[in-house]
């Protein structure tokens, strides 16, 4: 076996089907079940999205409403989810506090126990669709502790959208902001075989629970080579200031070594596909807040970056301003990415039960040959 059999960070392996998304670098586009994402953010409800994710088709109205009843039922957190959050230490980061809650969620299931609980997929659409509606609440009960705010309980007369934005801030969401979160969510649903679907799947095909499998799958989206970027890029628009000192800091970075977070994409090599809707959408949130310094520094960044290295941003790029706009702490970033990608694991999750086969790949021995003891 040489080198070139060894597909590093399984760098251009096909590793199953999906009938879920499909990324197109070539065309630079992202389907979701067919559909452009482009146009998914422009008209449909994060909802509507991921109805569609999970059963293939875009809702009825009928279909919809069911859905979004369902939804709205299971927001409010448990007693025991709240008692667990705030033992938490805020000193903790928050995607360790998300992970830890979801563990507990599954830890409530008795339905995991019947013979079958685990891989039927009824109760894993339930399970999908408690997840979906428990994690904004998650956060933004988070979120608000560490700002020795009270938690606000969810609305069951507003959407996803509004309703996330409501329990974080206590507020109703202006219109623009509404429609921005909701444009960065449905973004953020799917992706194909990224990191965390990746290892979603590896989970679900031992035949482990949902909660197991999304739990693995938080603790990878946290590293900033996947979700933790979007916290990152903000860290770095905060070091950097000031669009004039852009040019210079990344020249520093660069020589240092450093990755410019938000920028280059495993697949994408000519532009992230969503790149362009999530940067209209900072544009409207730029225009609401009267806030050009940083759009300004936004573009000093990646132009330099364009420039010095010819990499272009991906999505974490525009959303990491976006929700430093809209007012999220910046920990809290790549825990709003959990609460969108979760769609989109649990419909991986699905799919992999559907048609499981373990995944267990090979290694290449290259340590000491065989040796005795004495
Ligand atoms: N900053 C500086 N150099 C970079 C960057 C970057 N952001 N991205 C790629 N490069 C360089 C890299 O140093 C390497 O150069 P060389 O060949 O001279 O060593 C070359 O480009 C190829 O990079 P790579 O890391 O081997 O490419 P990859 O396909 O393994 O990595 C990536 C993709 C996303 C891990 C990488 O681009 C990166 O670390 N980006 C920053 C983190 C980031 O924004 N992650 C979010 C990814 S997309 C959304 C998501 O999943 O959350």
Known sequence: MTDTDIKKGLAGVVADYTAISKVNPETNSLLYRGYPVQELAESCSFEQVAYLLW??????????????????????????????????????????????????????????LRPGGVTDANLNEGRA????????????????????EDLVEPRDDLGY??????????????????????????????????????????VTSTLADVYSAVTAAIGALKGPLHGGANEAVMEALDEIKTAD??????????AEKRKIMGFGHRVYKNG??????????????????????MLELYEALETAMGERKNIKPNLDYPSGPAYNLMGFDTQT???????????????????????????RPLSEYNGPDERHVG
């Open 55 to 112: 059963h293939g088709e875009l809702p009825t109205d009928d279909e919809r409403a069911e859905f979004e009843k369902h939804e709205r039922s299971l927001r409010p957190l448990d007693e025991r989810t709240k008692k667990l959050i705030s033992a938490l230490p805020t000193s903790a980061h928050p995607m360790d506090v998300v992970r830890t809650a979801v563990s507990q969620l599954g830890t409530f299931d008795d339905t995991l």
């Open 129 to 148: 669709m408690y997840l979906l509606a428990q994690l904004p609440a998650i956060v933004a009960f988070d979120q608000r502790r560490r700002r020795g």
């Open 161 to 202: 959208a509004a309703n996330f934005l409501w329990m974080t801030f206590g507020e109703e969401p202006h219109e623009v902001v509404e429609r921005a979160f909701n444009v960065s969510m449905i973004l953020y649903a799917e992706h194909s075989f990224n990191a965390s679907t990746f290892t979603a799947r590896v």
């Open 245 to 254: 000192a852009a040019e210079k800091w990344l020249d520093d970075a660069l």
């Open 272 to 293: 992230d596909s969503r790149v362009p809707t999530m940067k209209q959408a900072l544009d409207t949130l730029v225009e609401h807040y009267d806030r050009r310094d």
């Open 333 to 359: 970033f790549t825990p709003l990415f959990v609460a969108a990608r979760v769609a989109g694991w649990t419909a991986h999750i699905a799919e992999q039960l559907a048609n499981n086969a373990l995944i």
